[in-house]
């Protein structure tokens, strides 16, 4: 009899499971045939799944459903905002800076649009906290005369986990009179987001993250009197924002995803007392390890967190084989090794590598178990080896 | 008791059924947990789905696999090819004027990245076939101390779905110095495509017009030398040429749908021999009808229609309360109402609305039946309607 190990999948910030709402919509949908631009009946019935989805997305960011644009993912959606051309009404306007911190994900640190010498970077702090004051410096500098600056900055981080300010950022940018981004892709269904109170002009979002399938993501805009040139084009899909045959059957999915999220958002205590417990047990287990963002405000699934001595991706690789999947840096950085952006964003030097734990909702007290013994198995290896050497 | 009237989707060139392959291989997929760019186990079966896709896409164009980028349609891929900045090995290329043909995609026709003054097109004659001369004409004109020509037209026509004379137009191209991007959306698997023999340097592909899902596609390089800025940037997904999580449940349906319509393309004498009785039947019941390219090379599956006098989408809302999905043009200009581009091109003027249906491999001859007793009643009420007027 061969017996297969049980798993424990405890990288949900990489990609999330899908959820089962998300799974019987999918599937539903395998038997729609229409493409949601054809007026037929069957292309109707396409339609109304795109816009159910819609108005979920919408209601998870507390936004409007006609500022729901949908994208491949949030990289496209970032590249599609991140842009110096944007439309007020009938007028064009032009962004002439772009503004984003040193802890952002690649798909912001890299401009989108545009050219490298247009981006400034602001720092931030030693655990990973956006310095506020930095961004107020950066945009008093900002010359208006060539337009207007456009900040764009993440809600929660993809490694740490650390929740930024993003509200007094929104004021900063405000007094600026600029153009706010916020990419909420690890903030959404994790802890309540409104893209109103947060004082953004987009949000990005993403359905793999929250239980949808990977490949489809969406921009929300506050308002439809400013909207980015499109990146995408070619017919008129998406009310001329984003041009191509939409995702219908990862669409289907990410609306169930993002209505199953926001429901369960006042009930994630668990998580964040499963997270506390591995943490304690990493720390009794390697008195010497570091807990990275642990005094600040952060998401209750993540925890990002280096031994000295103990290679991050080799410990991953470890880990894999005893059954758990963690992560070492983000996946989209991932076959490049090399250390993280954020951490030496935070001012750890080339030595740090971080391995980070992701819970979700499916996580059970059995995963954090597997992980806390396979960890301790790993530190004990460690530590007989470093003797031996 | 309800009785569900059956309904006949004559549709395909719009978007096509989903195969049971496509169907099969999603469904598992769902299943399939991991980030294609995790390293651990579960990243790594995700990208084996992903490079299996790739192995199945590149066979259907007689190209590489490692030639092949998944993006999220064909539209996403031409606006990444319709670009000045190429890079060809370690050195920068710059494309200083893109041709299209006037019957081209919108999404060609856009121009993609260009703008507009850096965009000629190049016209077709009655029968819509790309007037080689007309390009000939307009290459010998380029001026290449600003850069090189691109080249980027259809295999063949979304509407009236005549057959263009690629290779010839890669000779041209190539004499030219041209670089040459084929738009085979609706050629692959519906006429042998090879990359090589074509002489194009870039092919566009979507897995929904093959019956695989919407929302995936590719472009397909004949070589790693020559390749786009991208237009998506992040992450390093896609060897650097696409950031942004794949679309793996659509990657997973694209593959095996590749893989079916490849092995098809020698059995499709049923649906010619289908399209040629329809249009036979459609003379008989109304003479004066006009079936659009008829003495042209074209796919076998597509007839594009007008009848005098008759509103094309007034006509494509009465067959479809009878049961019968066809289209008044392509569906990606659905919603605006006007006149096809494509018959523009051709020399019609604003009073010609074409019909078009387009046949699948799983279109039945009571399909056939369906559409001709539907269309046999509108062109009676629509005499009777004429004469009362």
Redesign the interface.
Known sequence: MLMVAP?S?L?HN??A??LNDA?EA??AA??C???P???????RAARRIVEQARREIAKLCGAQSDGVVF??????A??TLLCSKYRAGRGAVRMSHLYVSAAD????L???RFDPESVSVFSVDGDGVIDTDALRALLENHDKNDGLPLVATHLANNETGVIQPVEEIGRIAKACGAVFVVDAVQAVGRIPVDITKIGADFLIV?S?KIGG????GAFVANSDLLLPAP???????EKGCR?????????AGFGPAAAVVGCGLDNRRHIRDMRDRIERRITEIAPDATVFSRSVARLDNTIFFAVAGLDA?TA??A??LSGV???AGS??????VGPSHVLQAMGHGDEAGGLRVSLGADTQPEDADHFLSAFEQLVERHARNSRAA
């Open positions: 798993r999948y990288d990489a990609t499971p899908l799974r999918m599937t395998l038997n045939t229409g493409n631009s054809s007026v037929h009946s069957e292309g994208t491949s993912g949030a990289t496209e970032a590249t994900h690649p798909c912001l890299s401009g989108g993403s793999h399938p990977k490949g489809v990146l995408i084009v070619g017919g008129a899909q041009a191509g045959t939409e995702n219908l059957i990862g669409i991706e991953q690789i880990f894999d999947a963690v992560s996946a989209c950085s991932s076959g490049k």
